[in-house]
């Protein structure tokens, strides 16, 4: 069965840390780049970043370059996103999302609320 299970989301003041986790299983963790997206209430879901299958590439959405950082260890199956001086708006659920080519999978996701 294929799973991608987010954790360390919370509640965080304004300026402060999160470090989020997508551990996977079910399937070749190696072969798919790995993103993180954010929905907040009333709003689309949209792209925070990305890393690539091997960790090379990555990309960050203007609104948290600087501020985030992408990392995975695939010896874990495990995917980090680093969040540091959070905002106000960077309040969302954050979900994980497996790619490769054709195939998608996502996690439940996970909640960040940030306070002013």
């Known amino acids: 069965e294929v799973q991608l299970v987010e954790s360390g989301g919370g509640l965080v003041q304004a300026g402060g840390s999160l470090r989020l986790s997508c551990t996977a299983s079910?399937?070749?963790?190696?072969?798919?780049?790995i993103g993180w997206f954010r929905q907040a209430p009333g709003k689309a879901r949209e792209g925070v970043s990305c890393?690539?299958?091997?960790?090379?590439?990555?990309y960050y959405a203007d609104s948290v370059k600087g501020r985030f950082t992408i990392s995975r260890d695939n010896a874990k199956n495990t995917v980090y996103l680093q969040m540091n001086s959070l905002k106000p708006e960077d309040t969302a659920v954050y979900y994980c999302?497996?790619?490769?080519?054709?195939?998608?999978?996502w996690g439940q996701g996970t909640q960040v609320t940030v306070s002013s």
């Open positions: 079910g399937f070749t963790f190696d072969d798919f780049a």
């Open positions: 999302n497996a790619r490769r080519e054709r195939v998608d999978y």
């Open positions: 890393i690539s299958s091997r960790g090379g590439t990555r």
